[in-house]
């Protein structure tokens, strides 16, 4: 059966790059951030993460400068309403109570601990005393309840759970819970519990606080240009003894993968997060002989290349399931993977990489590969003998450039699927609202434990996200039962079978993996240090009050 081969990197931007490179760089690998302990029930138990010794005793001073792509499109003050590229600046500005690690272990941070009891019906913090927000108010606990409050009655799912909160002193906070979820501590440590100034807020209002980040961060904000870039500086206020090390960030937003590569060539930025546009962005800087560092960490578990099809509608032909086993076996994984992954993909076939809990080996007898003969005979099983037309809709450039080649792949079966590109924006609105008759794609978030927490993060919260893939009642009661399985082992069973499930339902179609640690973003230039890129899910969760830099690499410009 022959296989088609899709090269990437196309000749322009090498030629660019070309002129527009430094000299090149040594490439040694970066530290990863170290962790504390903590013990929250019915979570794996927090343990160190190893750091790599650095070269030299950290530096201060120097302007760091990070193209993260998208700009935010939504408020950057307001965590609660905060997503997307803006996670970049919120982080560096605010803090949570506690912080999560990309295996799933809780750190503390503005908490200092915390206890849980065995039902699991609340969870009780100790606060972190002389801790001060960039307005010169106190953090404590009345005004860590205001807020969670507030988030509490947006009906935001993090807090689902949640019924009351009670400061029991100043620097004691305890929630209480209608039932203990495996994914409560990583909702705590998750985008929309970051914590604002209440002074501030209560002072300028809410349209202001969405413009203005007022936070316990690293970083103050010092101007915010929503299109173009936001400058951040070091607060000296922090309550990170001696930290941070960098005095200024500058974020700026440059969406067009050949400006940013032409970009970060030349020197102008020291840091790109592109996320899955990074393959090809690396092709051309290998190709033009710039050298850069990747933001890797080991141990990891990837996600994968996916397509989200709409099986809610009992009209799209996606509702079918065998039209959307047709799609799996039409489509070559095995040579995308080599053709356009620089050697560092591979072809998925099931949800949960081979390290998560959920992972099943006894699946691999039954992947669907790539047999068109096969798609061809379901696709004229479910009635559509001369197939149908659909589109596959994205809002990344480089997934779109990914689907030229499984459009060719399903258009030899007769399925019509041309790439739509949307703006971020229209994409979230999409996943969020519902679309109709047609695929969504993008890269899953790179896994956690829980493997409920994957796919609450990244596949699915009941009536949040996703919400064009129809969920069967066994789908959703093995949901339950990982969500709120006491027992550890029970919950890793639970998260097995539910693994199954997806793929036994063609519920989503896995394309290709990239192992987290191979190809993993940010890229960076040699001199940057502790970066902690890539400590949770996703590239964009780090650690800016730990970065600092040699003066190689400080902004010139």
Not at 25 to 50: G, H
Not at 476 to 491: C, H, I, N, R, S
């Amino acid at each position: 059966m022959k296989r088609a081969m899709f090269p990437v990197a196309p000749g322009l931007i090498f030629s660019l790059l070309l002129i527009a490179c430094a000299k090149p760089a040594p490439s040694p690998t970066p530290t990863t951030p170290t962790a504390t302990t903590a013990t929250p029930a019915a979570t794996p138990k927090a343990s160190p993460t190893p750091t790599a010794a650095p070269t030299s005793a950290p530096q201060y001073g120097g302007i760091l400068k990070i193209n993260v792509g998208e700009p935010p499109g939504r408020p950057i003050g307001w965590p609660l309403e905060s997503v997307g590229a803006g996670l970049w600046l919120i982080q560096s500005a605010f803090d949570t109570l506690v912080r999560m690690d990309y295996r799933g272990n809780i750190q503390p941070l503005l908490a200092t601990s915390w206890d849980i009891p065995p039902d699991g019906k609340s969870v009780t913090f100790r606060l972190r005393k002389g801790v001060k927000f960039h307005d010169g108010t106190d953090f404590n606990a009345e005004i860590t309840k205001w807020y969670f409050e507030k988030v509490q009655a947006s009906k935001h799912s993090a807090t689902q759970t949640w019924t009351t909160i009670d400061v029991i002193d100043d620097y004691t906070l305890r929630i209480n819970f209608s039932r203990w979820e495996n994914v409560t501590m990583m909702r705590l440590a998750g985008t929309v519990v970051f914590i604002p100034s209440r002074t501030s807020y209560e002072k300028m209002g809410l349209d202001w606080t969405r413009l203005n980040m007022v936070g316990t961060g690293a970083f103050k904000q010092v101007s915010y240009q929503p299109s173009v870039q936001a400058t951040l500086a070091r607060f000296d206020g922090y309550w990170q003894k001696n930290k941070p090390f960098v005095d200024e960030l500058r974020y700026v937003f440059i969406p067009d993968t050949t400006t940013a590569a032409l970009s970060f060539a030349a020197g102008e930025v020291q840091a790109l997060s592109m996320g899955d546009a990074e393959v090809f962005i690396r092709d051309n800087l290998d190709k033009a002989g710039k050298k850069y560092l990747t933001a890797g960490a080991p141990e990891g578990l990837a996600g994968p290349l996916t397509l989200w099809p709409d099986t809610g509608n009992p009209e799209s032909p996606f509702a079918n399931q065998k039209v959307r086993e047709a799609v799996e076996y039409a489509i070559d994984r095995e040579a995308i993977a080599k053709g356009l992954g620089r050697g560092e993909q591979q072809a998925a076939y099931q949800v949960a990489p081979a390290k998560s809990w959920a992972y099943n080996p006894g699946l691999e007898a039954r992947y669907r590969r790539y047999d068109p003969k096969k798609a061809k005979e379901l696709l004229t099983a479910a009635g559509h003998p001369n197939g149908f037309k659909t589109k596959i809709i994205t809002s990344s450039s480089a997934i779109r450039d990914q689907m030229v080649p499984v459009t060719t792949y399903l258009k030899e079966i007769g399925i019509d699927a041309p790439v739509e590109f949307v703006t971020a924006a229209a994409y979230t609105q999409l996943h969020t609202g519902g679309w109709r008759n047609s695929l969504l794609a993008a890269v899953l978030n790179q896994s956690t434990e829980p493997f409920v927490g994957t796919l609450q993060v990244s596949y699915f919260t009941p009536g949040q996200w996703y919400t064009s893939v129809k969920k069967s009642e066994k789908f959703m009661e093995l949901y339950a039962a990982v969500l709120t399985a006491m027992d550890l082992d029970k919950q890793k069973a639970a998260s097995k079978e539910m693994n199954t499930l997806i793929f036994d339902e063609a519920m989503y179609i896995p394309l290709t993996r990239t192992e987290r640690g191979k190809l993993s973003g940010p890229l960076y230039v040699e001199g940057i240090h502790d970066p902690g890129f890539n400590y949770r899910e996703v590239p964009n969760f780090w650690q800016s009050e730990n970065i600092w830099m040699e003066k190689k690499a400080w902004l010139n410009k």
